[in-house]
C-alpha cells in the first residue's frame, strides 16, 4: 500500500517536473523570439550598387556588410586597425563569394582620417548609393580626441556628421543614407550646443557617461533630420535606426558588463531578452533595402517600422543651429557645404 503511494507521488512529481520544464522551456523560447524582434524579409539583390559601412569589423557592422555581401553589393567597410579589417575583408570575400569587399581605415575622432577616407572612396567608386553610419561607443571615460571634442560626442556625431557632408557630391540619386540611433536619444530632454562637445574629465560617473551617450545620439537624430530636408528633392531618403538592445563588443566600457561576476549574473536573463547582432541588424537591413521605404525620409525606424521620437529631437530650429555649429566645428568651408 505503502509502495503504492510512494509510485504514485513520484510519477505526479516527475509529471510535475517534466510539465514545469516543458511550458518554462516554451515561456523562454516565445519571450525570446519576441524580444529578439522581427526579420526583413526583403529580396533585394544589390549588384551595381556601392555601400559603405562605417564601423564594419564587429558587432552590428560585421554582419550588415556580411549579409550586404551575399546580395552582390561593392562594399567599403572601415576599421580602425587596419590589419584587423584586412584580415575580416579575406574572411568576407571567402565566406560570400564576393571579391568586392575593402576595407579602409578611418578613425572619427580624428578629421584628417575622415578626409583621408574619402579621397580613398573617391578613388574607388563614382557613386554612393548606400552609407551606412554605424560606428560608435557607448559610456566611453570623457577624453579628448586630436581634434578637441569629447570622445563620445566626436565618434558617434561630429565624425559622421563630417564624413557625410564630405559624401554629398559622390550619393547617387535615390541614395539612402543610415544613421544607427537608439533609443538612448530620449534622454536628453535639453541639448546645451555650447557646452555638448566638451571633454568634463570629472563627469565618470554612470549617469554623465549615459548623458553623453545619449547627447551623441540625440545630435545625430537632429542632424538626419536635417539632412533628410536638404536633399530630400535630390531623392536622398535618409533614415534614422534605433536596433534595440544587442549583445555586442559595444559594452566593452560598461561596468555592470565588464566586471566578470556581474556580468555571469546576467547572462541568463541576457540571453533571453538581448538580441543577437543578427537579429539587431534586422532594421538596418530593412532601411536599406525595403522599397516600400523608398517614398519616406527623415523619419526613425525600429523593429522594421517608423517610431515617434523624441519630442527635442523633432525640434526643427535646435536641428539647423546644431548643423550651423557642426560645420564650424568641423571645419567644413563653404565651398564644402553644398546646399
Ligand atoms: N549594441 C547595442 O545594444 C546598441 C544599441 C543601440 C544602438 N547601438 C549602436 O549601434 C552601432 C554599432 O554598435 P555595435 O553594438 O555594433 O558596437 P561594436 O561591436 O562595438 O561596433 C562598433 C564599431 O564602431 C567602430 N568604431 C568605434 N570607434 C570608432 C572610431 N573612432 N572611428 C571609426 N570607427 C569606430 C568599431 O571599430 P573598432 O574595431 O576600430 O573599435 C566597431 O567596428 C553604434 O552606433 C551603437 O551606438 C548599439
Known sequence: MRWNVLKTA????????????????????????????????CSLKLDNKFVIVTGGTSGLGLVVTEKLAYRGASI???????????????????????????CKHLDLNNFASIHNFVSDVNQLCSKVDLLINNAGV?????????????????????????????????????????????AAH??????????????????????????????????LLLYSKNFAQRFKERGVNVYSVDPGSVETPMYRHFPFLTNPILKAIQKPIRFIVVRSPIQG???????????????ETGLYYADLVAKASSDLSQDVQLSSQLYDHSRIWAGLSQSEVLA
Open 138 to 182: 557607448f559610456f566611453y571615460p570623457p577624453k579628448e580626441t586630436v581634434d578637441k571634442y569629447d570622445v563620445t560626442f566626436q565618434t558617434n556625431y561630429l565624425g559622421h556628421f563630417l564624413l557625410t557632408e564630405l559624401l554629398v557630391p559622390k550619393l547617387a540619386d535615390k541614395s539612402r543614407v543610415i544613421f544607427v540611433s537608439s
Open 186 to 219: 530620449s534622454l536628453t530632454k535639453s541639448l546645451d550646443l555650447s557646452t555638448v562637445f566638451v571633454v568634463d574629465e570629472g563627469a565618470q560617473g554612470i549617469s554623465a557617461r549615459f548623458q553623453n551617450y545619449a547627447n551623441s545620439k540625440l545630435c
Open 281 to 295: 541588424a534586422q532594421t538596418i537591413l530593412h532601411c536599406a533595402l525595403s522599397p516600400n521605404l523608398s517614398s
Open 76 to 102: 567599403i567597410f572601415t576599421a580602425r586597425n587596419l590589419d584587423e579589417g584586412l584580415a575580416i575583408q579575406e574572411c568576407l570575400r571567402a565566406k560570400t563569394k564576393n571579391p568586392n569587399i575593402f
Open 10 to 41: 513520484v510519477c505526479l512529481g516527475t509529471g510535475l517536473i517534466l510539465y514545469y520544464i516543458k511550458y518554462g522551456y516554451l515561456a523562454i523560447a516565445y519571450i525570446k523570439k519576441r524580444c529578439g524582434g522581427p526579420t526583413c524579409r
